[in-house]
């Protein structure tokens, strides 16, 4: 069975393993030239000088390329369940050719068994193999970033990519027993495969783990700035960036601890920076936007007098929990997986035919 | 004489619809057996059930004393070659050959080789690239070198012309000869089944309507044409399967065990044809419009 297998899947297998190839090539050589780069600019700028311009720089390559590439790696797996999951079984319904291989000596349960065991584990073989050329290609941009969460890096490196591709096989395969019929399984693999991604990726996993809370300065918040309320003129700050860290929520809170309304920070602000208030209020602004009064000092002024009295404090997943976030999706995955390929077989044995 | 097959109060429901329902069979051993019946008399299902690709809703099934895929030893002694004869289009000749290889503890190469090479077949050729003939002939190599005890043969010939028809039923027939296998064979027309088989099995509305020899079905029936009023003038052990009435005359199609004596009465020898058509009409009275075929044409 596993010999044949092998025969029937051969052209599949041949032409997923010339991509990977080819991927590999492509890695390979712009890679090469990412790392020459990286350390001639990046890594050379001496420590405790300003190295942003280098970053930037270096930021600034193959940004058309890692988004291709990204795009690639996110549908990658679903690539593996359209065209190896949902076939597998659908084919043979579609061709009649089930009533061939189901009538030979060989139970039907050995017999998807076999295939489904082989396949998947191709199937982890090619995740397994992109995600280890991604991750060393990507790593000089991560490296300049320390972004290792962000979606656009966490997914595509380390081991969650394996689980995917576990996952889009068997949902492939189970529409495909279940619909018997290859085209509609193959789009409702890749619709339903990026629905449970993107719900997983937003949804679900920033509640994997409880978050860490930590006292940050109001400085620290991105893109702080002055802008109307319906409380009247306030400030408004994003959620700070901390180095390879998941900074998920932040919030703002007075030196008692308490979340600071709109209200009292409106209240705070006509006392201690009238200007920003008159400035902001008398039209200079528009609904939302952002905005700094022309002299920088005033604003560096307020933003003082608002940090002496309030702070931020982050909700955050730490640097440290990158493995544990990995294993634990990448678990996940598998385990729904094996779900599905278990029914897949109570399925198939139910003789229905 | 041992049955190959024994179905009791069988029954297979697809939601609401029963395609089969209630079947009481047996079908014995060492017979090319024919299996007819009109579309939708539950005839695929049956086979379906016989080699366990479907379960019964209720009552049982028995194949050569075992349940149906109960074991791969048991899917091994049943052969069967499903309707439109499905191969795998992509591999070649030679693959189908590994594929039972592979796949069969029982598979014999040698029966395989020497029908490939009497077919002519080119055992690099893909499988989707075969004529119809050749598929159903190689279906036909698939299921008879795992030297099966029992053939199933669902329509083998229904989608052939009529050259590779013959051909077909013809190789069936050395197959038959050169191996101790016993066949259940259903087909659209009845004319190929008298051809090669010697049991008849008719199956209607998933009652079998008539079974036994072919031999001995064609000498107990008889048509005959006579005097309307002279009905009472036949013996009372007659069996009238079929009868219609003109204003003055009778034709009858009849089971007899003794023989007319009333000279009014023409007695003519029946076709099979006639008489398979016969017996579904008993239960299906529209099919009398149909012409000689005994299931129309898909």
Not at chain 1, 58 to 87: E, K, M, S, T
Not at chain 1, 221 to 235: C, D, K, N, R, V
Not at chain 2, 3 to 32: D, F, H, M, S
Not at chain 2, 282 to 292: E, G, K, T
């Amino acid at each position: 069975m596993i010999r044949l297998t092998l025969v029937q899947f051969r052209l599949q297998a041949i032409i997923v393993a010339g991509i990977l190839v080819l991927a590999a090539i492509l890695f390979a050589i712009s890679g090469q030239h990412l790392y020459h780069l990286y350390n001639t600019t990046v890594a050379a700028c001496p420590a405790g000088s300003d190295c942003s311009a280098a970053k930037d720089a270096f930021l600034n390559n193959h940004v058309i390329l890692r988004q291709l590439l990204g795009l690639l790696l996110l549908l990658a797996p679903a690539l593996l369940g359209i065209f190896w999951g949902a076939p597998l079984v659908a084919r043979e319904y579609e061709s009649g050719t089930f009533r061939l291989a189901w009538t030979q000596s060989i139970s039907r349960g050995r017999w998807l068994l076999t295939r489904v065991a082989l396949l998947g584990l191709a199937s982890v073989i090619v995740a397994a193999a992109l995600s280890l050329l991604f991750t060393w290609w990507s790593g000089p941009f991560v490296r300049i970033t320390a972004d290792r969460f962000n979606p656009g890096n966490f997914d595509e490196r380390g081991v969650v990519a394996i689980g995917y591709a576990l996952f889009a096989f068997a949902l492939g395969l189970t529409f495909g027993v279940v619909i018997r019929r290859t085209l509609p399984a193959m789009a409702l693999t890749l619709a339903s495969f990026l629905a449970v991604r993107l719900a997983f990726t937003f949804l679900l996993r920033p509640h994997l783990m409880a978050p860490h809370q930590a006292s940050m300065p109001l400085q620290s918040g991105e893109g702080l700035g002055f802008s109307p309320s319906a409380s009247g003129i306030t400030f408004s700050l994003g959620t700070p960036n901390i180095d390879n860290a998941w900074a998920i929520s932040s919030k703002v809170v007075d030196s008692a601890g308490h979340t600071a309304s709109n209200s009292a920070l409106h209240a705070f602000m006509v006392n201690a920076c009238p200007a920003i208030v008159s400035a902001v209020g008398s039209g200079q602004s528009t609904q939302g936007v952002n905005h700094a009064p022309a002299d920088p000092t005033v604003f560096h002024d307020c933003i003082l007098k608002l940090a002496q009295n309030y702070h931020l404090v982050v909700s955050y997943q730490p640097a440290s929990r990158y493995w544990t976030f990995q294993w634990t999706e990448m678990g996940i995955y598998a385990g729904l997986s094996l779900l599905l390929a278990g029914f897949c077989y109570w399925w198939v044995r139910r003789r229905i035919a | 004489m041992t049955a190959v097959l024994t179905a009791n109060g069988l029954g297979k429901r697809y939601g609401r619809r029963w395609a089969l329902e209630n079947c009481t069979l047996e079908i014995p051993a060492g017979q090319v057996v024919g299996l007819v019946g009109p579309n939708g008399a539950g005839k695929t299902t049956l086979m379906h059930l016989a080699v366990g690709l479907l379960t019964p809703t209720t009552g049982s099934i028995e194949v050569l004393g075992g349940r149906p895929a109960e074991s791969p030893a048991q899917l091994g002694r049943v052969g069967f070659v499903a309707q439109e004869t499905p191969v795998y289009e992509s591999m070649s000749v030679a693959d189908h050959l590994r594929f039972g290889d592979w796949l069969n503890p029982t598979w014999d190469q040698q029966v395989a080789d020497r029908r490939i090479d009497q077919l002519g077949l080119d055992r690099s050729q893909k499988a989707g690239k075969l004529s119809g003939g050749q598929r159903a002939q190689l279906a036909l190599t698939l299921a008879i070198a795992k030297r099966p005890e029992l053939l199933i043969l669902d329509e083998p010939v229904a989608s052939l012309d009529p050259l590779a028809r013959r051909e077909f039923l013809q190789s069936l027939m050395e197959v038959v000869a050169e191996q101790q296998v016993s066949v259940v064979l259903s087909s659209h027309l009845v004319s190929d089944l008298e051809r090669v088989c010697d049991y008849l099995v008719v199956l209607v509305a998933s009652h079998v309507q008539l079974t036994g020899g072919i031999e001995n079905l064609l000498a107990a029936h008889v048509r005959l044409t006579g005097p309307r009023s002279g009905l009472e003038t036949l013996p009372p052990s007659l069996q009238i399967i079929e009868a219609s009435h003109t204003d003055r005359q009778s034709t009858l199609i009849a089971r007899v065990d003794e023989p007319i004596l009333d000279p009014a009465w023409l007695v003519e020898r029946i076709n099979l044809e006639d008489l398979v058509l016969a017996y579904m009409r008993q239960i299906q009275p529209d099919a009398s419009a149909r012409p000689h075929l005994v299931e129309a044409h898909r």
